[in-house]
């Protein structure tokens, strides 16, 4: 079978293996959206039919910015605002906008948690509560536990920033697409790492979080990986042997980040 459309991050729910999703768009409209678990195990092809929309305008570009965006739409667009990067920029909840009022009222003056994942090792993050687990698989994590809430995304900006001294907050790929975490007792370092804190960003952690494990549809693990980009290799065919984070595994060693082709215009075939 063949599909044709522009790429958007992969769909995911979280089950007793994650469940993944590839939806392809008609520029901005939904179109399809392709089971990928059920490709495991099978030959794909990913062909770039030579053409990137930008995500938010839809109108054709020559590169992207963020995720799948025209430098307008980076530049100016609330879905590429600072404060998502960095979370502690925020002010929304003094009445501050970075960029577009209602939209960071609708978006960052909302519950966040400040969270602990177990990925490449263990980081520190953020995130608005609609988005768990999304965000924790989205990163690969094996297991990831909360370990504040807070009622703004400054806040739990800031205790990540906090924590930043003793966690990484980000995630080295490679390391988490060639294995399996080794499963760390989370509770524990929830309650260790809260006591770190100041005590002004003490009021918002959360004791009776759970430790949230997930498991991905993978067949191996690669003992090397190979990331491939579309610019460079317009047609990418192989067979299907693992999902993780954003990333399709093929032939046990080649990978490709989804969510970095945002945009692009793909057929795709298994």
């Not at 530049?75 to 979370?87: D, F, K, Q, Y």
């Not at 060639?178 to 524990?188: H, N, P, R, S």
């Not at 770190?196 to 991905?216: A, F, G, H, Q, R």
């Amino acid at each position: 079978m063949k599909f044709t459309g522009n790429i958007r991050k992969m769909n995911t729910e979280l089950g007793e293996v994650v469940h993944y999703d590839l939806p392809l768009y008609d520029i901005l409209e939904p179109n399809h959206f392709i089971d990928l678990n059920q490709l495991l195990g099978q030959t794909i092809r990913i062909t770039f039919e030579k053409a990137i929309h930008c995500v938010v305008s839809g109108k054709k570009i020559n590169k992207t910015f963020g995720d799948g965006m025209s430098y307008d739409a980076f530049m100016n667009s609330p879905m590429a605002t600072p404060s998502i990067i960095r979370p502690e920029l925020s002010r929304i909840h003094e009445g501050i906008a970075i960029r577009d009022y209602e939209w960071e009222m609708a978006h960052h003056m909302q519950p966040h948690y400040a969270y602990i994942s177990n990925t490449s090792g263990l980081k520190i993050g953020v995130t608005r509560n609609t988005q768990v687990p999304t965000r924790w698989i989205d990163q690969g994590a094996s297991q990831a536990i909360i370990i504040a809430e807070t009622p703004y995304r400054q806040a739990a900006g800031l205790i990540e920033i906090a924590l930043k001294d003793y966690l990484a907050d980000k995630t080295n790929w490679q390391v988490m697409l060639k294995q399996e975490a080794t499963w760390v007792d989370l509770i524990k370092q929830r309650d260790y790492y809260s006591n770190l804190l100041p005590d002004e960003l003490k009021t918002w952690i959360k004791t009776d979080s759970i430790d949230t494990l997930i498991k991905y549809p993978i067949l191996s693990y690669p003992e090397k990986v190979k990331s491939l980009k579309l610019d460079t290799m317009p047609e990418i065919e192989g067979t299907l042997t693992g999902i993780k984070g954003q990333y399709l595994m093929i032939d046990n060693s080649l990978v490709i980040n989804i969510r970095s082709h945002s945009g692009y215009r793909i057929s795709f075939e298994f």
